[in-house]
């Protein structure tokens, strides 16, 4: 049905910046909610940022300010502008899109932040 593809992750020094991108293909609907989670190891998942259908942007406290989201509707490609990276920011990050109750998942893309 849909297929989420990330790319942009790596390593990066602290300070630096990365930017991911979450290509979406398949049965999009034209209301859906997209997204990044994240998980480091040994912890649970947390939600990073997300588009709501209805408009607008979610940001966790530890990221905001710092990391910018934004979709392009006409390319189904959702962004995570990743600013001012902190070793706290090391995980593995994840896209999402949620639509008709059902929520489809990226791959996850490695993100390794040094001190």
């Known amino acids: 049905q849909v297929q989420l593809v990330e790319s942009g992750g790596g390593l990066v020094q602290a300070g630096g910046s990365l930017r991911l991108s979450c290509a979406a293909s398949g049965s999009i609907f034209s209301i859906n909610t997209m997204g990044w989670y994240r998980q480091a190891p040994g912890k649970q998942r947390e939600l990073v940022a997300s588009?709501?259908?209805?408009?607008?942007?979610i940001y966790a406290a530890s990221v905001k300010g710092r990391f910018t989201i934004s979709r392009d509707n006409a390319k189904n490609t959702m962004l995570l502008q990743m600013n001012s990276l902190k070793p706290e920011d090391t995980a593995v990050y994840y896209c999402?899109?949620?639509?008709?109750?059902?929520?489809?998942w990226g791959q996850g893309t490695q993100v390794n932040v040094s001190t």
């Open positions: 999402y899109l949620r639509q008709a109750a059902t929520t489809y």
């Open positions: 588009l709501p259908s209805g408009g607008g942007t």
